[in-house]
């Protein structure tokens, strides 16, 4: 049983072969890589939306190095906590599945496999995940229209991606556990350091969210080195940065050789309101 849903006539989908078919005869082919496409013509503001190519081979090749290794076991540590042995886990704007993968894995050896799911709207991103995790299902779509079925999800996490609370309650079981990362207040600081004239904090939100009870919020902080450039690069490349900053802060972050900065983050967790 797949939680996939129609995009056209939100009826619910189920594989046939190398495609996907509603009730209403609407088809989604397989790409060769193993996701489908849900994302309409008509939902798109873009040709290609979401992360470009650039962005999700330099958060690829930056994951791999296992910086943000720290963030990684923590969320499995969670997401182990949090959902139920065969239960249903979407990662709501999974990126390239770096997370996605590795949490994947750790619910199936600590013998709580689930069916996970992953849903981003960048297309060059889905195909890496795919490619990358065998073990879960991708499909290409918006997080603000997911292409999910409702109440068909034990536990959701979303990594960094947009909060969209009414559709995540939409598609949440009754009780059923959400997690979201977000960046601390000192995250990246050393490299706002090194190319901003003015750097400044991020700013934390309340942590309060309508039709969810708060359960806690764990942190992981920390300090990564980098002694290739073309890592600082990529971690530049990967965040929001890369296309706010100027030229002037282009060339400083050109002319780096090594940086050291902190990374923090923050895991919170969630139960959808009954």
Known sequence: MSIWNCPVCGGDAERCARSLVCGK???????????????????????????????VQARRSFLSKDYYKPLSDQLCEVM????????????????????TKNVAEALAASGKPAAVYGVDIAKCAVDAAAKSCKSA?????????LPVSGESCDA?????????????????????????????????????????????????????LEGFVFLGAERVDGEIFL??????????????????????????????TELRTQISFEVLQYEKEV
């Open 25 to 55: 005869g609407h088809t989604f082919d397989y790409a060769r890589s193993g996701y489908v496409n849900l994302l309409p013509v008509n939902r798109k503001r873009t040709k290609d939306p979401g992360d470009n190519a650039l962005m």
């Open 137 to 145: 299902e991708f499909a290409v779509g918006s997080i603000f229209h």
């Open 156 to 208: 959701l996490m979303s990594l960094f991606a947009p909060y969209c609370g009414g559709e995540f309650q939409r598609v949440l079981k009754p009780k059923g556990k959400m997690v979201l990362v977000i960046p601390g207040t000192m995250h990246l600081m050393g490299l706002k350091e090194a190319i901003y004239d003015t750097p400044y904090a991020n700013e934390v939100q309340n942590y309060e």
């Open 80 to 99: 182990n906590r949090l959902c139920p042995a065969e239960g249903v886990l979407l990662d709501a704007g999974c990126g390239e599945g770096y997370y």
């Open 227 to 256: 002694k290739d450039p073309e890592d600082i690069r990529n971690l530049f490349s990967m965040t929001p940065y890369y296309y706010k900053t100027g030229r002037e802060e282009h060339r400083r972050l050109e002319e780096l």
